[in-house]
């Protein structure tokens, strides 16, 4: 397990340089300069624009820049937005909102799929199991931001059970909607995934061999069909992690959550490319972690993993 662990930790680093800098090149590859419109109804004079390009080490050439940046980002010194505030002032008011919509939207995630998707694979085919994947299919083919508004404004608006937008102290309750929006499409790819490996364990020789071993027909199912059925589950969480970072974009700014999400939405309506690749970075080592995590318990659940 050490050596599974180790070989995943050496491959971290590859991706983490390579998708930094993609991410970098692309925010950088804006056309403009992020000073010439920060003066308001006045234009800024060419010796403010000098100024700032220095503050910043925009004089410099891209690979200088995005080395000074790693550098910077490992050692902890985040640096200033362009107006002036530290950086890591502003990720940590809006990380705490974040992680527990993130947090909520994953237990929704994983009880609802878990509920749905394994009833359906026990019962195969069954009324159940027919409507559970209509319903996914329904819900994989709406997009998210159909989802937020029609939720805001049916339960929001008209009934009033909840309140249409997220208050600044962003309270757990407020958070649930948003997240429960948030959850739907990894909601129906996990019961999915769920659904058809039950029912493909169901038959499975193991199976077999430990109802004729005289096994209770819970442990048969609560242990050697589970046991096999959520690495695959583990992966398709992991991988969806992505998506969940990417919707809250879209959640964020249509609940008003200040979180990472409408952080980064502000920061590039803004050009704050340092604020943007900063974020972004620490979002890819964050993903990078959690899968990290995921192949780590993939590899306790089925051995058979270590070796890929």
């Not at 308001?40 to 410099?60: E, F, N, P, R």
């Not at 502000?266 to 899968?291: K, W």
Request: proline share 4%.
């Amino acid at each position: 397990m050490l050596k599974f662990t180790g070989r995943r930790l050496v491959q971290f680093i590859p991706v983490l340089i390579g998708a930094t800098i993609i991410c970098w090149g692309l925010v950088w590859a804006l056309p403009g300069d992020p000073f010439k419109g920060r003066c308001g109804q006045v234009a800024c004079s060419a010796q403010y624009i000098q100024t700032m390009t220095q503050k910043y080490g925009l004089d410099k050439p891209l690979p200088e820049q995005y080395l000074v940046f790693l550098k910077n980002v490992f050692t902890g010194n985040l640096g200033q937005t362009f107006s002036g505030l530290e950086i890591s002032d502003v990720i940590g008011r809006a990380l705490p909102v974040t992680a527990r919509l993130a947090l909520i939207s994953i237990v929704i995630q994983i009880v609802l799929s878990a509920a749905i998707g394994i009833w359906s694979g026990l019962r195969a085919n069954g009324p159940f199991d027919v409507t559970a994947l209509f319903g996914s299919l329904i819900l994989f083919s709406l997009p998210i931001f159909v989802v937020a508004f029609v939720a805001q404004y049916v339960l929001g608006v008209q009934l009033d059970w909840v309140k249409p937008t997220v208050s600044t102290a962003a309270p757990t309750r407020e958070l649930i909607l948003p997240a429960a929006v948030l959850a739907i499409g990894t909601l129906a790819t996990l019961m999915r995934i769920l659904r058809a490996s039950v029912a493909e364990g169901m038959h499975a020789d193991y199976l077999r061999t430990a109802r004729a071993k005289g096994f209770r027909e819970s442990r048969v199912i609560g242990v050697h069909l589970m046991r096999n059925v959520m690495a695959p589950a583990l992966n398709v969480l992991g991988l969806e992690f992505a998506a969940l970072l990417g919707g809250t974009v879209i959640v964020e700014g249509i609940f008003n959550i200040k979180g990472i999400g409408g952080l980064i939405y502000r920061a590039i309506q803004d050009r704050e490319q340092l604020t943007v690749s900063t974020v972004v970075t620490l979002v890819i080592v964050f993903y990078l972690v959690i899968n990290l995590i995921v192949d780590i318990a993939c590899a306790q659940l089925d051995p058979r993993s270590r070796n890929d």
